[in-house]
């Protein structure tokens, strides 16, 4: 599972995820990409199934890119706990995600091939997500 190595601090606030993303939301490295259409927390698990998915349909041809990364943490209070005695242990990690982000990127198989593994990724996905072409892609 992805995780950071290190944190400043244990716990973090939620905050309010509002806007486009200004950052990661051209295609940087492949051809093909999968670009994010709403805002979302989106874990480690669901970002390495996704990933795993991409990975087993393009049998490990080409090159996959993973644009996000967890980073910060969620905490979940036990079942039964009362309220109040302070913020809950932290559960794990998310990475928060504004609209036009880029998650994955692939090169290096055709097009269709691209397309279809996109879409088994985007399955694995709480968000509405968009496949992605570069402008400058010619089909060999």
């Known amino acids: 599972m992805l995780q950071p190595k290190k944190t400043k601090y244990r716990r973090e606030q939620k905050n309010v995820m509002k806007g ?11 051809s093909f990409g999968l670009k994010t259409l709403e805002n979302c ?10 990933r795993q998915a991409i990975s087993r349909y393009m ?5 996959i890119w993973i644009r996000i990364f967890p ?12 309220m109040g005695k302070g913020k809950g242990d932290v559960q794990g990690y998310v990475a928060p995600v504004t ?3 880029i998650l994955f990127e692939a090169e ?8 279809e593994a996109m879409r088994l990724a985007a399955n694995k996905l709480p968000i509405a997500t968009k496949f992605v072409v570069r402008r400058d892609y010619i089909e060999e």
Do not use: H
Request: glycine share 10%; no cysteine; aromatic share 6%.
């Open 41 to 50: 927390w989106v874990t480690a698990q669901q970002i390495e199934s996704a």
């Open 99 to 101: 609209p036009g982000r």
């Open 20 to 30: 486009m993303a200004q950052r990661g939301n051209q295609l940087a490295f492949g």
């Open 59 to 63: 049998n490990r041809e080409g090159q």
């Open 108 to 115: 290096g198989v055709p097009l269709a091939v691209a397309k």
């Open 71 to 82: 980073v910060k943490p969620f905490t979940k209070k036990p079942l039964d706990t009362r």
